[in-house]
């Protein structure tokens, strides 16, 4: 596609539900990315896919997060047994060739809320 | 380790006048650094890096930024505010293994009639 979509846009779940946060990166886009926007703070790195395989996600807050890659396009981020602490706008982003040198395209962002 | 401050959460200009925003990093290799914008309901938007080579910057909107590696600060500059650069405007390091962003805490631009 033109830009990366990120679906959904808004998602509200009650505390201990599992949400699912999906990213269709810019087509031909080796690299994916996953950040964690909180209110008031800058993004925070997650995990960065090359491919299918997650290159480095030791940006992951706890075993509760967890991403796949399955076919190097789609991404999906994946959170069990939410808590209120996990509300935050999560951002997805792509790049080819890969890294902040070349700068990413962002999408919108899915904006979490954990009531 | 890498770090970005941005000093200011919130910085109000008059329409036409000098905008100035900070950032200071600390990085354990050599920096690149970039700035990128965010408007409401959008993702973030690339404005401009330093990439190690000349140390003035211009990006678009007629932003720029200068890298002094003295001062460890990337500041960026536009001679006049114009009411479409309201917005956060984010700082930004490289990681240390070069994938991914380490962002300040960002400012958020107001430009005043």
């Known amino acids: 596609g033109a830009g990366v979509s990120q679906t959904p846009s808004n998602k509200v779940t009650e505390k201990g539900k599992y949400v699912e946060l999906r990213c269709d990166p810019i087509s031909g886009h080796t690299a994916l990315y996953w950040y964690r926007q909180s209110l008031g703070q800058g993004p925070e790195f997650l995990i960065y896919f090359q491919g299918t395989g997650a290159a480095d996600d030791s940006g992951l807050p706890n075993d509760r997060f967890f991403a796949v890659r399955p076919e190097g396009s789609v991404s999906t981020l994946k959170i069990q047994r939410t808590e209120r602490g996990d509300s935050a706008v999560y951002l997805c982003?792509?790049?080819?060739?890969?890294?902040?040198?070349?700068?990413?395209?962002f999408g919108s962002g899915t904006r979490l809320t954990v009531v | 380790a890498q770090s970005v401050t941005q000093l200011g959460s919130h910085v109000s200009v008059s329409e036409g006048a000098l905008v100035l925003l900070r950032c200071n990093y600390s990085s354990s290799v050599p920096p690149y650094l970039f700035w990128y914008v965010q408007y409401p309901n959008q993702g973030l938007q690339l404005l401009l890096k330093?990439?190690?080579?000349?140390?003035l910057v211009k990006g678009i909107n007629g932003f720029e930024a200068e890298f002094k590696k003295s001062e460890t600060s990337f500041h960026l500059t536009k001679p006049s505010a114009h009411m479409s650069d309201a917005a956060e405007y984010f700082c930004a390091v490289r990681g240390y293994y070069g994938q991914n962003f380490v962002f300040g805490p960002g400012t958020r631009l107001s430009v005043l009639p």
């Open positions: 982003a792509s790049s080819s060739p890969p890294g902040a040198l070349y700068g990413y395209t």
């Open positions: 330093y990439t190690s080579a000349a140390t």
